[in-house]
């Protein structure tokens, strides 16, 4: 089948990948000069499917208004004229319920645990290499209380496939060494072995070039100006290079999906949140982690990629500004030495900042439309990296009218009704 993919984020090209070793025949449509260069480009790293839980949950609009006015807030909203910030924001508190977060908690997971498979197959498939590290991720607390919550948490997801395993301040150390300067601040620990991490720019570039040895044609500097539908069908996109036309298309835009699907009466409730990131060339090995970590109480991730260290978290709403506001990249750095004072050399450490396109109960849109030709493959949030090779097989398997080896239920775009 002729099929469009719209988008070459890390979720796009993994959606090709699988679309052409199903057989079918793949064009993909970037504006950008190659792929992964926006969200995908200088992420966390982590595969974190241990950790698939949303920002939507009870504790969270406390939170967020103890923050409220603090440059290093770990979630910020900048409140402005914007009538599709207001509806989501509307939307998010509806799901800061505990059983909306368990609901949404589940769905996560649900995809998470497949898509972390799917990479590892895809991996032994392929042979791709990408900075990639299998020795888990570790989730670290210093507030004792915050720490109970967790280990409550972790209870709560075990029937899910979560594996997250209790340790003390030492055991900590003991999982990742480095951590050896902070020992007496943590209050404890959960080690999610299964988990990974790996750069994902690294990861979408090659697979992309894999995907093109097996006759995927990549049309990167190509703009979407429209989705073109007759009935029930879509037939194609118009661009800023010309029309193209496909039996079936898959919309994987990240934050700017939205505005594809408008013109076609699909409201899809995806904002972006700006998240930013610090990478640090790593010059003392011994200084800096190698496990993945995940400082939940900060919202940001630590993952080690060759001789770098990615540091990355905190979410902005402010539309869909990309720029690098220094007191919050500083404030990453700051902490990030804090906890790993002689990782490497700060001075030349690079910024980042990019949109997480965010559903308002933070799980993806995976699954047809009205259409019954076109797919979302969208609103990855927090988690597209984690998402991406699970969702791309999701993809190719409805191209394919095959059933999907997950259940469905609660991806789709109805759910918002
Ligand atoms: C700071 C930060 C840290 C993160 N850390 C992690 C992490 O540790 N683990 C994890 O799993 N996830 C993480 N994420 C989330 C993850 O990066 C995203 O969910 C993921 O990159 C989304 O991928 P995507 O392909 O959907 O979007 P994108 O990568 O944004 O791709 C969409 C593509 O569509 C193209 N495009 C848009 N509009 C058009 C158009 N009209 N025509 C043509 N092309 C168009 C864009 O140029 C872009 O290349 C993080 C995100 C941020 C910001």
Same mark, same amino acid.
């Given at each position: 089948m002729r099929t469009l993919v719209l988008g070459a984020g890390?979720?796009?090209?993994a959606a090709a990948y699988y679309l052409a070793r199903a057989g079918h025949q793949v064009t993909v449509v970037e504006r950008r000069a190659g792929p992964g260069l926006e969200t995908s480009f200088a992420n966390g790293g982590q595969i974190a499917a241990n950790h698939s839980e949303p920002w939507a949950n009870p504790g969270t609009p406390a939170k967020v208004l103890k923050w409220l006015g603090r440059a290093d807030a770990p979630i910020l909203f900048r409140l402005r004229a914007d009538p599709r910030l207001w509806a989501w924001v509307f939307r998010f508190l509806g799901n800061c319920t505990a059983r909306r977060a368990r609901i949404n908690t589940e769905r996560l997971t649900r995809v998470s645990l497949y898509s972390r498979a799917a990479l590892g197959e895809l991996r032994a498939e392929t042979g791709i290499q990408y900075d990639q590290r299998t020795q888990g991720i570790l989730h670290i607390y210093r507030d004792p209380r915050e720490y109970e919550h967790a280990l409550a948490q972790a209870e709560m997801v075990r029937p899910l496939g979560c594996v997250r395993q209790a340790l003390d301040a030492a055991g900590c150390v003991g999982v990742e060494p480095a951590l050896a300067g902070a020992r007496d601040t943590l209050a404890g620990g959960l080690y999610c072995p299964d988990d990974e991490s790996g750069d994902a720019y690294t990861f979408t570039a090659r697979l992309a070039e894999i995907c093109a040895g097996q006759g995927v044609e990549f049309r990167y500097g190509t703009t979407v100006e429209r989705l073109r539908a007759d009935g029930d069908r879509v037939t194609g996109a118009d661009t800023d290079g010309g029309t193209l036309t496909a039996d079936a298309t898959v919309l994987a835009l990240g934050s700017y999906s939205p505005f594809l699907t408008r013109p076609l009466g699909i409201t899809l409730p995806v904002y972006p949140a700006k998240g930013y990131s610090v990478t640090i060339p790593v010059e003392r090995p011994e200084g800096a982690p190698e496990v993945g970590l995940l400082d939940d109480e900060r919202k940001l991730v630590y993952s080690r990629l060759g001789q770098r260290l990615r540091v990355a978290g905190t979410a902005e709403f402010a539309g869909y500004d990309t720029a690098v506001t220094e007191s919050r990249v500083r404030s990453i750095l700051n902490s990030a030495l804090e906890l790993f004072p002689d990782c490497g050399d700060a001075a030349k450490a690079e910024f980042w900042a990019g949109l997480r396109p965010m559903t308002p109960d933070n799980v993806p849109v995976i699954?047809?439309?009205?259409? $019954?030709? !076109?797919?979302l493959n969208t609103g990855h949030g927090t988690l597209g990296w984690t998402m $991406?090779?699970?969702?791309?097989? &999701?993809? $190719?398997? !409805?191209?394919?009218?095959?059933?999907?080896? &997950?259940?469905l239920e609660g991806l789709g775009v109805e759910r918002f009704g």
């Amino acid at each position: 089948m002729r099929t469009l993919v719209l988008g070459a984020g890390v979720v796009g090209v993994a959606a090709a990948y699988y679309l052409a070793r199903a057989g079918h025949q793949v064009t993909v449509v970037e504006r950008r000069a190659g792929p992964g260069l926006e969200t995908s480009f200088a992420n966390g790293g982590q595969i974190a499917a241990n950790h698939s839980e949303p920002w939507a949950n009870p504790g969270t609009p406390a939170k967020v208004l103890k923050w409220l006015g603090r440059a290093d807030a770990p979630i910020l909203f900048r409140l402005r004229a914007d009538p599709r910030l207001w509806a989501w924001v509307f939307r998010f508190l509806g799901n800061c319920t505990a059983r909306r977060a368990r609901i949404n908690t589940e769905r996560l997971t649900r995809v998470s645990l497949y898509s972390r498979a799917a990479l590892g197959e895809l991996r032994a498939e392929t042979g791709i290499q990408y900075d990639q590290r299998t020795q888990g991720i570790l989730h670290i607390y210093r507030d004792p209380r915050e720490y109970e919550h967790a280990l409550a948490q972790a209870e709560m997801v075990r029937p899910l496939g979560c594996v997250r395993q209790a340790l003390d301040a030492a055991g900590c150390v003991g999982v990742e060494p480095a951590l050896a300067g902070a020992r007496d601040t943590l209050a404890g620990g959960l080690y999610c072995p299964d988990d990974e991490s790996g750069d994902a720019y690294t990861f979408t570039a090659r697979l992309a070039e894999i995907c093109a040895g097996q006759g995927v044609e990549f049309r990167y500097g190509t703009t979407v100006e429209r989705l073109r539908a007759d009935g029930d069908r879509v037939t194609g996109a118009d661009t800023d290079g010309g029309t193209l036309t496909a039996d079936a298309t898959v919309l994987a835009l990240g934050s700017y999906s939205p505005f594809l699907t408008r013109p076609l009466g699909i409201t899809l409730p995806v904002y972006p949140a700006k998240g930013y990131s610090v990478t640090i060339p790593v010059e003392r090995p011994e200084g800096a982690p190698e496990v993945g970590l995940l400082d939940d109480e900060r919202k940001l991730v630590y993952s080690r990629l060759g001789q770098r260290l990615r540091v990355a978290g905190t979410a902005e709403f402010a539309g869909y500004d990309t720029a690098v506001t220094e007191s919050r990249v500083r404030s990453i750095l700051n902490s990030a030495l804090e906890l790993f004072p002689d990782c490497g050399d700060a001075a030349k450490a690079e910024f980042w900042a990019g949109l997480r396109p965010m559903t308002p109960d933070n799980v993806p849109v995976i699954g047809r439309t009205r259409y $019954a030709n !076109l797919i979302l493959n969208t609103g990855h949030g927090t988690l597209g990296w984690t998402m $991406a090779c699970g969702s791309g097989r &999701i993809v $190719a398997d !409805l191209v394919s009218g095959r059933t999907p080896e &997950i259940d469905l239920e609660g991806l789709g775009v109805e759910r918002f009704g």
